[in-house]
């Protein structure tokens, strides 16, 4: 069958288009053009998945909305157990929900009948934990499956196949099995094929993990180009946090299948009182302060933090500032991270006025605790 | 005199060529037709079997409890009583009670039984990952089962199928009792029922050196469908001379 199909009729299938090559330009250009802000591409709402009945009932996802917009990459965190997982599959709707909404291009998935569900998936690609490649089956030829069941011609099947492959970068492996393969070059297959049918969302469910952190990097590179390229929206589920500071725009925490947490990857991490923010932050082991300091723990609170802070605050101060630890990073070209200082006790509520000039917020241990017993306060009188 | 006797109805070696030959050509006829249809009914009846069990792609409880209550009945009879007891049913479909027509009835009953568990357990050791994938990139059912499941359970199958054909080997022999003709029937009236110890270790050898030569090829077909089995014996080396010592040299290179 499709023998007289020309490349045009069947990829060009609504929803499955490549963008428009202008509105690429565009949105390149202008990467916070509310034009793009505004476009979902896949819309999940209240999206819920329960198993069994009366008491037995788990509720593994409730309620879970979120939405990611055309060129977006949204990261979707959590510990084992959280439903990431279940979350997968009900996106791509393997696994059917209970309720609520996945609506991708303006279709809403849940709706649709088994027949139509098989053609309206191919907008979305999938790329499986560890592949999930046919042994069988050389590089090309896993590659190819999605166009095999679409009944794409062998010849131009072919053609594709070495363009997904040459644009992975395995060009030269194209008859290689899967066991002559590294990890990292397995996974590249898996997203070559999931890009196979042009989808407009790329599910990446644990794409990276058992991965070392060198193959991980270029993983997240080449998924990082295609969104570029394609204007692809992407949706990564992870369990590894350090992977979410490379990739993500914005990150939803899931915990307990709901969304605990939500929000661009840089508003989170120069929040200081979000705690999936401080969860992003790299973790560290600071020194011990010296005799008569005061322990103050400094978060990244704009994005236009001066480079030179630490001198000029010292100056303001009127005394060094002792560096115990520290972590600043490059995110979406604005610096995030925290300083650990230890400051003379006497200076006092001073510091966090000095500090808030360049655009940091500080607070001590103590403070986090009369911040602790003040919230608490307050909620007892609510 | 029953030394005599004896004696006398013995073979002489030189005829025994004329007499095992034929009966051995019996023998792959009756087990070629009996795997041709075992192959044929048992592969999809193992593909409907597996994916009408719990997490199948067409799920369905109470008929799969059913099709696999049937299979465990065909299994559970000795050959000997499950021919014995299906004789009108052979006679109805066949016409006959004796000869190779009627030996090819029972045999194909059980012999599906035994290759359509063969078939459910390979595909059950297919990762589920891979059947996900298939449905992830827009498989219908009967091409995931075909590309999936049964393409990937393909060496699994041929083990099994070797399995299969010996065991069918067997049965043609205890076929043989029935008058089925083969190297069973010659075995058992020339052999046994009258006790020439030639003619009994001639079908011996026949029938080692035959279930041999069936294990050999099955397992060279195992060998050649499994990719990291084909490409590391060095029965088939393209990519080992594609790849040049600078390319295995270079980092992530195939580990051939």
């Known amino acids: 069958m499709g023998h007289d199909r020309s490349a045009g009729q069947v990829f060009d299938q609504p929803g499955v288009n490549p963008p428009d090559p202008e509105l690429v330009v565009i949105a390149k250009v202008f990467p916070r053009n509310p034009f793009w802000e505004h476009s979902p591409v896949i819309e999940l709402t209240n999206l819920t998945k329960a198993y069994g009945h009366g008491d037995q009932r788990t509720v593994v996802l409730d309620k879970v909305t979120f939405s990611v917009d055309a060129g977006e990459i949204l990261a979707v965190v959590g510990p084992s157990g959280a439903g990431k997982s279940t979350l997968a599959q009900c996106i791509n709707l393997l696994t059917p929900p209970t309720s609520g909404s996945v609506v991708v291009n303006g279709e809403d998935l849940t709706t649709l009948s088994a027949r139509k569900l098989r053609v309206a998936r191919r907008r979305i690609g999938t790329v499986f934990q560890s592949a999930g490649l046919l042994e069988r089956r050389t590089a090309a030829e896993n590659v190819a499956l999605p166009l095999e069941y679409l009944g794409v011609t062998a010849a131009e099947a072919r053609k594709r196949v070495a363009e997904l492959l040459d644009r992975v970068g395995l060009a030269q492996h194209a008859g290689h099995y899967p066991f002559q393969l590294s990890g990292g070059q397995r996974q590249r297959v898996g997203i070559a094929r999931a890009l196979a049918l042009r989808p407009s969302v790329l599910l990446s469910d644990e794409a990276t993990a058992g991965l070392d952190p060198t193959t991980t990097d270029s993983v997240v590179d080449l998924l990082r180009e295609l969104r570029d390229d394609l204007n692809l929206s992407i949706v990564f589920i ?107 006790a006497q200076l006092g509520d001073r510091v966090r006025d000095v500090l808030g000039r360049y655009g940091l917020a500080a607070s001590t241990d103590e403070s986090d605790s009369l911040a602790v017993e003040l919230n608490s306060e307050l909620e007892g009188v609510a | 005199m029953t030394e005599t006797l004896l004696a006398n109805a013995k073979v002489p070696a030189n005829e025994l060529p004329g007499l095992l030959f034929p009966a051995l050509l019996d023998t792959l006829i009756m087990v070629g037709i009996v795997m041709a249809i075992v192959v044929a009914v048992g592969v999809p009846l193992g593909a409907l079997v597996h994916n009408l069990a ?111 054909i010996i065991a069918m080997i067997e ?14 029937y010659v075995a058992v009236t020339y052999g046994y029922q009258r006790f020439d110890q030639g003619v009994m270790l001639a079908t011996i050898v026949i029938l080692v050196v035959t279930v041999a030569a069936v294990q050999l090829i099955g397992d060279a077909l195992v060998r050649l469908t499994t990719p990291h089995r084909r490409l590391r014996s060095g029965a088939v080396r393209p990519l080992r001379r594609r790849n040049s010592p600078v390319a295995s040299l270079a980092p992530g290179a195939a580990a051939v």
């Open chain 2, 171 to 184: 049965y043609s022999a205890i076929a043989g009792t029935i008058g089925a003709g083969g190297i069973g």
């Open chain 2, 54 to 164: 719990p997490g199948g792609l067409f799920e369905n409880p109470a008929l799969h409890t059913t099709l696999s209550w049937i299979i465990s009945i065909g299994r559970s009879l000795p050959f000997l009583i499950l021919m014995a007891s299906i004789m009108p049913f052979t006679r109805f479909i066949t016409g006959t009670n004796i000869g190779i027509a009627a030996a090819v009835v029972p045999m194909s009953l059980a012999g599906i039984a035994f290759f359509t568990r063969i078939v459910e357990n390979s595909l059950r050791s297919v990762p589920p990952a891979v059947v996900q994938v298939a449905r992830a990139s827009g498989g219908s059912r009967l091409q995931i089962i075909r590309t999936a499941q049964l393409s990937e359970a393909v060496p699994s199958i041929i083990g099994g199928l070797t399995i299969n």
């Open chain 1, 238 to 344: 992870t369990h590894e946090m350090d992977t979410v500071l490379k990739i993500a725009d914005s990150v939803a925490r899931l915990d307990h299948g709901s969304i605990a947490e939500s929000g661009r990857l840089v508003d989170l991490l120069t929040d200081p009182d979000s705690s999936l923010g401080s969860e992003l932050r790299p973790q560290r082991v600071d020194a011990e302060p010296a005799a008569g300091q005061q322990i103050w723990r400094v978060v990244y609170d704009a994005p236009d933090v001066p480079a030179d802070w630490v001198g000029r605050a010292s100056q303001d101060l009127g005394i060094p500032l002792s560096v115990l630890g520290a972590s600043v990073q490059l995110v979406a070209g604005v610096s995030v991270g925290g300083f650990t200082l230890g400051i003379p």
